[in-house]
């Protein structure tokens, strides 16, 4: 493979890994699934809001938009539940909005909408960040196939259950969401870009040996966290051969499995960061780069020219060598012959000026090249800056997450009636627990049995005057029979009462007899005894109530909402602790980044130095541009001191041993100067020419088409036309357990 292929290609895939990283970044948090998610939109603060009269169809509006599909085990969807997020950063008396979602409700607050002749949905915002959720029957861009095999052979999810053996499980990714357009005047299919995620959590009880055909694997001793990504269509977009470049389409995970279980996988969708790349100045560089490699290619021609040039006439002297040992006598008489000789000379010191100017200019290309890399690598570094800069972000979201359902945990639990220590990420785990041990049968049968009674005294206590008005008529007609026998009257209470109504007992007498009656009731005794009496009516009355079938059902239902209450606290600490594994792992990976960093750093100072060391280069070249000048004076001289050469043959006769043996070295170094130069023109400067006039500027279209479909796909639900937007997809599939 071509070099600049290969530089060309890595630097590609390091582009799209990064891409992937910076789009999964915000929405990494997620995995208590969908329910949790709508519930932490739902409360999350709006920012201070500002009363406005003004009214816009979508200037300063845009939306945030999450789709969660609930799948199967098999990847198929179930549900789509959507939540969007209209930023209302002008503070907008009202919003034009567009949605095909069904069932929409706002979710915080109270604002409202209505339809205009448009069928647009239009919100009464009074200044403020609207927040609804709706059900989408709209096709999902990316279908999710997931696929298990053991030992080699399809199995589905339910006979996988308990088993044993070598897993598979693949997530094929769908793409069909594309354009058509128009590059360098060829109709060509560009996939929307979405970087699929897939991550799920394993108990190292069960899966050893974890693998993943394109991802990360984390293990922590206890679990093993494992993340594979996928692109989908991009290859296809890019219209790369799979031997430069093979782009992954879907993921694959392999482990050895002991009775197989699986809880919920999540995939997160996102184009958000291809959205983002600008190419303005593309073509600019790509232009300016062909300018300096003609330049190159220039100057290497003229090297070369200049080296063969050298060559024949260095291989000229050697074979001429020979004959000046034989002939040096006869040399003095050929004195004008060595005077045109030094004027061939002189003219090869030219050329070797010449070529010492291009290769001057070359090694100032060369210092140009070295310091585009410097600052590439500075950027790099920057970038690796700005990741590491989120990663406080990164790790605040996903605490804001995790302290979200926990807040959710109080409630439940309050609203069950328990009474439990505030929950918090360190102490979750030992509060549940200790809640858990609490709700025993008998606890539970002793709190439901005083909850009972205190709602049956307070409706008893409600009746206590009725109660009491009963128990004074009864003490009265005890104390009436009283003074009815002291008068000498031996009757009833009902006698009496009927004797006075025949008239039989006279007026005198009756007063006598209520007056009696009347001073015993205001005595001490008796008001205590109607008290006490009271009392004790309404004790009974209270335990009768308590051994009500009525009463006893709702003791009894109360124990088995304990239980199942039980069930759903040790439901609520597995989900807790699966959080906390993927919050762990999001903090091992911000640390990662964060090393990372600190290597583009020394990568940064590594570059500084090469840039340094090809400025040495250029300043060493133009010292030696500056000597051929002083060769081209010197061959000047030789050619005027050619008649003096004349009288110090028999001198040189002596010494043509020792100089044909430094024309032969020379040759050799002329020969082999020559052809690295020509090798270097072909295996370097050529095909560096050929890749950037090739490839990259194709790739480079590819991406501009890539970037631009990618921008135009703002939403699943619908969105106003000026309005800008973007959207996640987050696939949660079902567990599959025994």
């Not at 490699?293 to 000229?316: E, H, P, R």
């Not at 439990?420 to 049968?445: M, R």
């Not at 270097?680 to 590819?702: F, H, M, P």
Request: hydrophobic share 35%.
């Amino acid at each position: 493979m071509r070099f600049f292929n290969k530089v060309t290609i890595r630097i590609i895939a390091a582009v799209l890994c990064m891409l992937m990283i910076c789009g999964v970044v915000a929405i990494a948090a997620y995995s208590a699934g969908a329910d949790s998610a709508v519930k932490k939109a739902e409360t999350e603060t709006t920012a201070e809001q500002t009363d406005s009269d003004n009214s816009s169809d979508a200037s300063g509006v845009s939306k945030d938009e999450t789709v969660y599909v609930m799948a199967d085990s098999k990847g198929a969807a179930k549900k789509i539940i959507v939540s969007d997020w209209i930023k209302n950063s002008d503070k907008l008396a009202s919003i034009k909005d567009k949605t095909n979602l069904q069932d929409i409700k706002n979710v915080k607050g109270e604002e409202k909408y209505t339809i205009d002749k448009d069928n647009l949905c239009v919100w009464d915002a009074q200044g403020k960040d609207i927040y609804y959720q709706g059900t989408g029957k709209d096709e999902i861009p990316v279908d999710l196939e997931v696929s298990y095999t053991l030992d080699g052979e399809s199995i589905s999810p339910d006979e996988l259950k308990g088993k044993s053996g070598e897993v598979c499980i693949r997530f094929d990714y769908k793409n069909k969401k594309y354009e058509y357009v128009r590059i360098n005047g060829v109709k060509t299919k560009i996939y929307v870009p979405f970087v699929m995620l897939t991550g799920m959590i394993l108990d190292n009880e069960k899966f050893e040996n974890v693998q993943v055909s394109s991802g990360k694997v984390i293990n922590d001793g206890n679990h093993t966290i494992v993340a594979g990504f996928a692109l989908p269509g991009v290859e296809d977009s890019l219209g790369l051969d799979t031997k430069k470049l093979d782009i992954p389409d879907y993921v694959e995970f392999k482990a050895d499995v002991k009775d197989f279980e699986l809880s919920t996988t999540l995939t997160v969708a996102t184009n958000d960061a291809f959205s983002d790349i600008d190419f303005t100045d593309a073509d600019k560089e790509l232009d300016k780069l062909d300018e300096k490699l003609d330049k190159l290619t220039d100057a290497t021609d003229q090297l070369i020219n200049g080296s063969s040039q050298l060559y024949d006439g260095i291989s000229t002297l050697l074979n001429k060598s020979g004959d000046l040992v034989s002939g040096v006598k006869a040399l003095a008489s050929g004195a004008e012959k060595l005077a045109g000789g030094a004027r061939k000379l002189d003219s090869g010191a030219g050329t070797l000026k010449k070529g010492a100017g291009t290769l001057n200019s070359g090694a100032v290309t060369l210092k140009s090249g070295t310091e585009e890399l410097e600052n590439g690598i500075k950027q790099l570094s920057q970038g690796l800056g700005t990741l590491s800069s989120n990663s406080s972000t990164l790790n605040s979201g996903a605490k804001t997450v995790f302290t979200t359902l926990l807040s959710t945990a109080d409630n439940s639990i309050a609203a069950a009636g328990i009474k439990a220590e505030k929950l918090t990420i360190t102490n979750y785990s030992k509060v549940l627990s200790g809640v858990e041990e609490s709700l025993t049968d008998e606890a539970v049968k002793k709190l439901a049995t005083n909850k009972a009674r205190e709602t049956v005294s307070a409706s008893v206590r409600a009746q206590e005057e009725l109660v009491k008005t009963q128990v004074t008529d009864a003490v009265k007609k005890q104390v009436l029979e009283g003074v009815l026998q002291k008068a000498g009257l031996s009757m009833t209470a009902e006698q009496y009462e009927a004797a006075c109504a025949a008239g039989q007992v006279s007026e005198e007498v009756q007063a006598q007899i209520t007056a009696g009656v009347n001073a015993q009731m205001k005595t001490d005794s008796i008001i205590a005894t109607i008290a006490q009496t009271t009392e004790q009516k309404i004790e009974e009355l209270i335990d009768q109530n308590m051994k009500s079938d009525a009463v006893q059902s709702q003791i009894k239902e109360a124990l088995e909402k304990a239980k199942a209450g039980k069930s759903a606290i040790s439901e609520l600490k597995k989900q807790l602790n699966d959080y906390n594994k993927f919050y762990q792992g999001v903090l091992s990976y911000t640390a990662g980044v964060d090393k990372a960093k600190a290597g583009a750093g020394k990568l940064v100072t590594g570059s500084s130095q090469l840039s340094s060391g090809t400025a040495k280069l250029a300043k060493g070249t133009k010292t030696l541009k500056s000597g051929t000048k002083e060769l081209k004076k010197g061959t000047k001289t030789l050619r005027k001191g050619a008649k003096t050469l004349s009288g110090g043959l028999n001198d040189l006769l002596k010494g043509t041993g020792v100089l044909i043996e430094g024309v032969e070295k020379l040759d050799d170094g002329a020969l082999k100067l020559n052809k690295g130069l020509k090798q270097y023109k072909e295996q370097g400067v050529d095909t560096i020419v050929d890749a950037v006039n090739g490839d990259v500027k194709s790739l480079v279209e590819r991406l501009k088409a890539i970037s631009k479909v990618s921008s135009r796909y703002k939403s699943y639900g619908g969105i106003a036309p000026d309005m800008d937007g973007k959207v996640d997809f987050i696939y949660k599939t079902d567990s599959i357990e025994k």
